[in-house]
């Protein structure tokens, strides 16, 4: 069976039969999202997942009786596109090398793309051709790009939206920003899609000669506790004027304050151990303190100079243990108090020695700070005179004040999760911007609005629910415009573009009338098919009046599906403009985040040379197995590892199941194909809600290894597997691996696609039969534990004997019923005068059934029968001729063993 040609087969029929453009009509609809792609690169076996678990569940959906939408578009908006072209152009060695020996693109092609629109319209073609072979389920006449001018009217008249409801501002404002590149940046902008993290951090002044050595910190509240201050001796300073005062600081971080609109002029350049041995005096309390090296000392992070105190930071506490030796104990001055045995009266001190650590390079530092930390903001108390009693979070407002006020302080804005890179390679900074347009996110009253939206949603995983809260809750103003980059003009000032995480928030609104378009709309035509706004004679419009319809049908978005990477940058923005532009009923459902592709087994990345281009895997092991292997290799929100071990067994399992469809009988007639029939139906039940619930793994381990298991041991039984079964298997497969189960559904007679099949909510219907069940599970068990038995005596045996357990064994585990606590066990047992007779012997079973008791409980006659029937079966699998007894009638050099058997679990004896 070649996957491959499988799919080109079944793709070509889907594409005639036009399955996936969805249209509205008096079905009940289910519409679903991905994250659209952004087309700078081809898409590697990593990029798979999000994509094919949403392509599961429109399937599934489908199969349900929904009228299911899933499009797909391509986002170009920004700068990251810009860059890449850029870098093509300078011919960068290290992407030339990723596009030729990664992605196996052709040297001469790859250097040709320095147009960004062409690197575009070449990589989104890549991705398409991906997905198509991947069989996604895309309804490709609504694709579109980011720079599309009917696509552009959209976003502008979602950001009229926002500027009517006050949600877009102007004014001076912190942003990350790029000084290479000269561009305000989001996630989508750096390397890695790293969401740079601003942060605030308050500048203490400390006198030093003819001005100051500012010390940035997070932790104003301990400057009552310095006792020296650190720098980095082989480190870069200046002496620079800010503002009008002598700073000594980093040379990066003269650049820092340029950016953060202070008025900055170079007076010189020192060396770190210019200040090493000198004195500073620190703000606030007076104190004069000496000026120590350490290697900790980033020169790039702040200011560069750091104040030391080292009761309180571990850093502070192991650099100057280094620094003065036995001394350092005696300076510790203590600020804030815990009540925690643990930490002491100093948690630095406490938790260094307590983790063995001795030097500044040891890496559990970032441990011992966070925990020391963490306690002290939550469970701290200030003691020095001026703050005593005062929390620390209270008293670390308080002494921002008071420094700002005395201005002996100030601030310092600064990237907290640095060093994080633009695309063009630019390291990221802070910038104040005069000029700069915000998206409001940190306004009350929409916070308000996008709390009441997420709760209104379904989570998937919930637990990720926290998350998503903490999200809305940290967001604050955000910049939604650039000096460059393709996209959308800001419609307030036409200079700006708007950025990547701004004009992508509501899109999938725009789908639903996508096709429909053959121009860009206005403010006031958009208003009436988005919001049914009557402006003029728009709604007279028979054009608008269609898209009206869609809308109105498609619209709120049935689910969400991404990365979790994008829960803390573009999933809350998402909710937060559907909440501050769309009338309730027209918010969406349900989000839909799952973990990442390792490879192997190790995160993939290009100095691994571990990145599996997504094209080459289909080519190599055809789009089923590989869908399989992205979504069922591990729990939704959990990283799952693609290998090539697995995918040869996926292949493997699927082929065999290929060659029962062949062997099938027309009904199930004997025990084992009656037997198989009842799994099944298990197996079809709680598909359907693992599907429901997105639990493919579920999906997966139940119908490709459970019940692949029980087809072959039903043949192994002499069986075959029903066709009510097979056919059952392949339906509900189809989701999960749609070429390949439309190949078997044609081969087994059927007309129409195994994908298009209804699958019905009741199952199938088989009746129960616990005894058969039980039957089969101890033929199986017992061929398995005389296997293991073999194992270890490490031979043959000439003759197999096996003891039924005797009818009194069997009352006990009846009286014991469901209960799996010893005390209650008993106490059912004892309730039983006939078997109290026998107390000694019951309660030894008791025991026994602690250890085991099977579901079923058989009568010793049945059992028996059991047994025997599959007796010749266990011979032929075992090797060795077969007895079965009872244990009434076990012999005396058996009696021992035979006492050994439990119900549903014979003694097995080898001779």
């Excluded at 030729?100 to 001469?108: A, F, L, R, S």
């Excluded at 609504?142 to 501002?169: C, M, P």
């Excluded at 393709?486 to 725009?510: C, H, V, W």
Aim: hydrophobic letters at 40%; charged letters at 30%; glycine letters at 8%.
């Amino acid at each position: 069976m070649d996957f491959v040609q499988l799919a080109t087969k079944w793709q070509k029929k889907w594409e005639d039969a036009k399955l996936f453009e969805a249209e509205p009509d008096d079905r009940d609809k289910f519409y679903l999202t991905a994250a659209f792609p952004y087309p700078n690169s081809p898409q590697h076996i990593g990029h798979a997942r999000t994509y094919t678990i949403t392509d599961v569940y429109a399937r599934f959906m489908r199969m349900t009786g929904k009228n299911v939408l899933f499009p797909m578009a391509f986002h170009v908006t920004g700068t990251p596109i810009m860059a890449m072209a850029r870098r093509v152009e300078e011919k960068d060695p290290e992407l030339m090398d990723i596009f030729t020996k990664i992605y196996g693109m052709d040297k001469e092609y790859a250097q040709s793309l320095t147009n960004p629109r062409d690197l575009v319209m070449a990589f989104s073609k890549e991705i398409e051709i991906g997905m198509r072979e991947m069989g996604f389920s895309i309804d490709w006449r609504r694709k579109f790009y980011t720079f599309d001018s009917e696509f552009n009217s959209f976003v502008t008249w979602q950001f009229h939206k926002l500027k009517e409801a006050g949600l877009i501002t102007k004014g001076k404002h912190p942003v990350p920003y790029c000084p290479k590149c000269g561009n305000a940046v989001g996630g989508h902008d750096t390397k890695g899609d790293v969401e740079p993290e601003l942060g605030e951090f308050i500048l203490l002044k400390f006198k030093f000669e003819d001005g100051y050595l500012p010390a940035a910190t997070l932790r104003p509240e301990t400057v009552y506790g310095v006792t020296n201050m650190w720098v980095n001796a082989k480190g870069d300073y200046v002496k620079a004027r800010v503002d009008g005062e002598v700073y000594y600081i980093s040379k990066v971080a003269f650049e820092k304050f340029r950016l953060q609109d202070h008025k900055v002029e170079l007076l010189g350049e020192v060396r770190g151990d210019y200040f090493v041995g000198k004195t500073c005096v620190a703000p606030l309390t007076g104190k004069e303190v000496m000026v120590y090296n350490s290697s900790f000392v980033d020169v790039s992070n702040a200011t560069g100079v750091v104040m030391s105190v080292p009761a309180h930071a571990p850093y502070d506490y192991v650099a100057l243990k280094e620094a003065v030796g036995g001394k350092a104990d005696g300076m510790l001055i203590s600020v804030i108090s815990v009540d925690d045995k643990e930490l002491g009266k100093f948690p630095a001190k406490s938790i260094a020695d307590a983790m063995g650590i001795a030097s500044v390079d040891d890496p559990k530092l970032e441990e011992a700070t966070k925990v020391v930390y963490r306690r002290e903001l939550h469970n701290g108390v200030m003691n020095v005179e001026e703050l005593r009693g005062m929390k620390v979070e209270q008293a670390r407002d308080k002494v921002k004040e008071m420094l700002i006020a005395s201005k002996e302080g100030g601030i310092l804005h600064e990237i907290m999760n640095r060093p994080v890179r633009c695309r063009c390679g630019g390291v990221v900074e802070v910038k104040i911007f005069e000029d700069q347009w915000f998206i409001d996110y940190g306004n009350a009253e929409w916070k308000e609005k996008a709390r009441g939206c997420l709760k209104r949603m379904a989570i998937v995983p919930a637990n990720r629910r926290k998350d998503f809260e903490y999200s809305i809750d940290w967001l604050h103003e955000k910049a939604c415009t650039r000096a460059t980059g393709l996209g959308t003009r800001f419609p307030f000032d036409e200079n700006k573009m708007i950025e990547a995480l701004s004009d992508s928030t509501i899109y999938m609104a725009f789908y639903t009338v996508k096709h429909l378009l053959n121009r860009p709309l206005s403010v006031e035509e958009w208003d009436y098919v988005m919001l049914g706004r009557k402006n003029g004679n728009v709604e007279k419009e028979r054009e608008l009046q269609e898209m009206r319809r869609h809308f109105e049908y498609w619209y709120p978005l049935d689910s969400r599906h991404s990365g979790a990477d994008l829960i803390y940058n573009h999933l809350p923005f998402f909710i937060f403009n559907h909440s501050g532009i769309f009338p309730e009923k027209k918010w969406p459902r349900q989000i839909v985040v799952n973990g990442f592709v390792l490879m192997d087994g190790a995160k993939m990345s290009k100095s691994l040379g571990n990145i599996l281009p997504l094209r080459k895997a289909i080519a190599e092991y055809g789009p089923d197995p590989i869908r399989i292997s992205v979504v069922g290799g591990a729990e939704l929100g959990e990283d799952t590892d693609f290998n090539s071990k697995m995918v040869e067994g996926i292949v493997s399992r699927l082929r065999f199941m290929a060659e029962m469809c062949g062997n099938m009988s027309e009904r199930a007639e004997g025990d084992a194909e009656r037997w198989l029939e009842m799994r099944f139906a298990t197996y079809y039940d709680a598909a359907l809600a693992n599907y429901e619930s997105l639990n493919l793994r579920g999906v997966v381990n139940d119908l490709l290894y459970k019940f692949v298991n029980d087809v072959k041991w039903c043949v192994k039984r002499g069986g075959r597997p029903s066709k009510r079964a097979v056919q059952g298997w392949v339906k509900l497969m189809s989701p999960m691996c749609p070429h390949y189960c439309d190949e078997l559904w044609e081969r087994m007679g059927n007309g129409g696609f195994a994908s298009m099949q209804r699958i019905d909510a009741e199952g199938i219907a088989v009746e129960p039969d616990p005894a058969l069940e039980e039957g089969e599970r101890i033929i199986e068990q017992t061929v398995n534990d005389i296997a293991e038995i073999k194992k270890i005596l490490g031979k043959e045996p000439e003759k197999i004997t096996l003891i039924v357990a005797d009818t009194f064994k069997r009352d006990v585990f009846n009286a014991i019923g469901d209960s799996r606590n010893m005390n209650d066990a008993i106490k059912r047992v004892m309730a039983n005068s006939d078997i109290k007779a026998r107390g000694k012997e019951a309660l030894n079973i008791v025991k026994s059934a602690m250890h085991w008791k099977s579901a079923v409980v058989l009568s010793e006659q049945k059992e028996w029968e059991i047994m025997k029937d599959g007796a010749r079966f266990i011979e032929r699998e075992c090797g060795a001729p077969v007895e079965v007894i009872m244990e009434k009638n076990a012999k005396e050099e058996m009696a021992e063993k035979a006492r050994r058997a439990l119900p549903g679990k014979p003694s097995i004896v080898l001779s």
